[in-house]
């Protein structure tokens, strides 16, 4: 696994966004924890992302390449436009999907529905240049502590994962979860 920082994604750009695009298992940092992410558009590198985390029925969120891409892919009713506005923040949008084939089928397994994300962090816009969502869901297997620093990285994902933009010990909690999936808005804390 390479450890890399935001200095060196920038300097070699090209590089990691060709990386991401081909399918790359990677850890990123997020305003919230540190994220276990690929490109939520290639099947193949959903399911190695899947089996390294060892979740096999539950979906996962992504980080979206902007708030028009939420909006040209996923219902956003009255209430969710207000919570579209506090985009960037720390915060997972469960919204219907309007194009099913803005994911893969592995992201969300084929569900309706998917969580999104805009966090208030400079990965976000890594995201919005590579111009696809990429998945995020927390560095950790299932079930145990999430990673909030390189040394508490779990060696099963460590052996799994192409490469690590690091940037230090991350001191939050996953983002706060908002279900807009019906005219109820439901917070759902993590």
């Keep these: ?9 920038s300097l070699r750009k090209h590089e990691f966004f060709e990386r991401i695009m081909n399918g790359s298992i990677f ?3 997020t305003d919230t924890i540190y994220g276990l992410g690929c ?7 959903v399911i190695k992302l899947r089996k390294l985390k060892q979740r096999a029925s539950m979906p996962f969120s992504v980080i ?20 579209l506005r506090e985009l960037p ?10 194009n099913p084939m803005a994911v893969s089928n592995e992201v969300n397994l084929s569900s309706d529905t998917l969580g999104v994300r805009l966090p ?12 696809v969502p990429v998945v995020t869901t927390s560095a950790n297997v299932s079930g145990a502590d999430f990673m909030t620093s390189i040394d508490d990285l779990d060696s099963r994902i460590a052996l799994g994962v192409d490469f690590a933009v ?12 908002i279900n807009l999936i019906n005219e109820d808005v439901k917070i759902i804390e993590r």
């Design 1 to 9: 696994m390479e450890i890399i920082n935001r200095q060196e994604i």
């Design 27 to 29: 850890i990123h940092p």
């Design 39 to 45: 490109t939520a558009t290639n099947d193949d590198a």
């Design 64 to 83: 979206a390449p902007s708030k028009k891409w939420i909006m040209e892919n996923c219902i956003v009713s009255k209430k969710g436009e207000g919570w």
């Design 89 to 98: 923040g720390p915060f997972t949008l469960l919204l219907k999907l309007s």
């Design 120 to 131: 208030r962090h400079w990965f976000g816009k890594v995201v919005e240049a590579v111009g």
């Design 166 to 177: 690091y940037e230090g010990e991350k001191k939050g909690k996953p983002s706060t979860i």
